[in-house]
């Protein structure tokens, strides 16, 4: 059969064609959204009611007397968690400065010292200790970086156990450092 249709009323048809396949499309996508919306409407009520009863109940609870006397306690519990995190702010400096210089002389062993551990303590008589866990790839090493742990001033006392230098390669040891009084 012959095309009887001309060039320019093939192109106006097709393009009707596209454009009624959109607006048909457009059409179900906002339907849907409409229907969405309508659907929440009745959850979005009940969230809203909850929400009002809540606030009823915050409110006839913060107006009870027992709520005024744990205000109260709530309110030094407050204040001491203040106290306590200023001193913990104060403590960790030390702590920090402390632990500065052992880093820089392990960094200066240049992977011949690894350590495993560091832990700090504080006691009643206020003497505050460092106790540190690693390996020391020869004995040498070991004794160099006791030795310089004893030349810093942030500590007054290093104990290492005699044991920590009976292994001549990899030896593991123990040091307990004790921070001199005058820097905290």
């Known amino acids: ?77 407050v204040k001491t968690k203040k106290q306590l995190d200023a001193f913990n702010q104060l403590q960790q400096k030390y702590i920090s400065d402390a632990v500065t210089p052992i880093l820089e002389q392990v960094t200066a062993k240049k992977g011949k010292i690894r350590l495993q551990e560091i832990s700090y303590q504080t006691n009643e008589e206020k003497m505050s200790t460092i106790k540190i866990k ?13 030795g310089m742990l004893k030349a810093d001033t942030t500590f007054s006392r290093v104990d290492v156990p005699v044991s920590s230098f009976v292994q001549n390669i990899d030896s593991t040891f123990e040091i307990v450092l004790v921070i001199a009084q005058e820097t905290l």
């Open 1 to 77: 059969m012959i095309n009887l249709i001309s060039l320019q009323s093939k192109r106006t048809i097709t393009r009707q064609y596209w454009l009624r396949i959109g607006i048909v499309g457009s059409s179900i996508v906002c339907g849907f959204c409409l229907l969405g919306i309508i659907l929440m409407v009745p959850s979005y009520i009940l969230t809203v009611e909850k929400e009002k009863v809540a606030i009823a109940r915050a409110e006839e609870l913060h107006a009870s007397k027992d709520f005024q006397e744990n205000k109260e306690l709530g309110d030094i519990v």
């Open 134 to 146: 690693g390996i020391a790839t020869s004995r040498n090493e070991l004794l160099d970086f006791v």
